[in-house]
């Protein structure tokens, strides 16, 4: 379950922090509003391609970060015992940095 996401210099969005709390929850608004760059967001942090076009224009570079519970995945339950983190609480953290004149974005996975 996704707990919050950040994100800077995507597309028309300059700073943006996002909480989600426990249900369902929908996006709503004009057309225009943003709805479908937070979307192209969550697809770029989970290692979707990065269009040049969704870093916002003026900047060099944008980055997105999503925290996931992942307490209950016994995959990944099973790889932090691997790699012995002992404290590991099921929270995992994804941060994708894209920059203009690198063709791939940059992929970084942080755990806490």
């Not at 979307?39 to 003026?58: F, K, P, Q, S």
């Not at 997105?64 to 099921?90: C, H, I, T, Y």
């Amino acid at each position: 379950m996704i707990l919050s996401m950040r994100m800077r210099n995507i597309a028309l969005i300059e700073e943006l922090s996002l909480e989600f709390g426990e249900g369902l929850h929908v996006m709503t608004g004009e057309t225009g509003a943003g709805k479908s760059i937070v979307v192209d967001a969550v697809n770029l942090v989970l290692g979707g391609r990065a269009a040049r076009e969704l870093i916002r224009t003026g900047t060099d570079k944008a980055w997105v970060e999503a925290v996931f519970d992942a307490s209950g995945n016994v995959e990944v339950a099973k790889w932090a015992q691997a790699q012995e983190l002992d404290d590991f609480d099921g929270t995992v953290t994804l941060y994708r940095l894209s920059l203009i004149h690198i063709s791939e974005p940059t992929r970084h996975l942080r755990i806490s």
